[in-house]
DNA sequence: CCTGCGATCGTCT
DNA sequence: GACGATCGCAGGA
């Protein structure tokens, strides 16, 4: 079942968290692309260095990040790659949870077709934030919809349920400029799945 | 396994 | 004009 907005009005690290173990669904001409989300990372609060909304920065890329819980938020990053986040809580409130690595689940095919790299390893395909957004073919064009009603990329609940124990935090990745933040144990993975970007 | 490096462009200063 | 919530490849160990 598609998670619905309540899902999303809480803070970013209690999303991020929750959404490990959940289905990000992608339709592309009726072909439903199916993967588990396996590691996450919050971003929140106008207090945090890490975040493009530090300091209450509004502006034209972190407009979405300004919007009600469920919103999607995708930026380009090294002029190549598209990162996508999901925006949590209330209207006014700058948070999100970037979306670091999946598992595919259905669909395959689709996700290779869409990755030209030489490595025939499986979890090349998608264990990294701009790997997952180039399998998937998500792009700018998603920017600002939401999860919530829109039919071409969604999340819901996945059949096999997460256990507490498997989860593990670790501070976020590549961000040396958030100062004191840097630290802040606010990205969580699923312990031992060969899909997480790095242990 | 690991390290180093170039690619590439929208956004903000 | 500088730079980034990254990636893929080459080359060495």
Redesign the pocket.
Known sequence: MRLKKDFYMDNPRVVAKKLLGKELVRKVNGQLIVSRIVET?A?GGIEDK????YGN?R?????P?FHIGGTI?V???????H?L?VVTGPVGDPN???I??VEPVYGIDFIKGN?????NKVY?LT??????T?GLAID?DFNQKDLVSGDDLYIRESSKAIKGNEIVQSP??????AKEYKDKPWRYFIAENSYV?KQ
Do not use: C, F, W
């Open positions: 990372e971003y890490g975040s493009h909304a920065k502006t034209k890329r972190t407009e990040m938020y930026y380009l990053i090294y002029g190549m790659y990162l986040n999100g949870v970037l670091r690595a990755r030209s790299i030489k490595s090349d264990n990294g934030p701009g790997k997952l180039q700018m976020r990745v590549n961000i040396d400029y970007s």
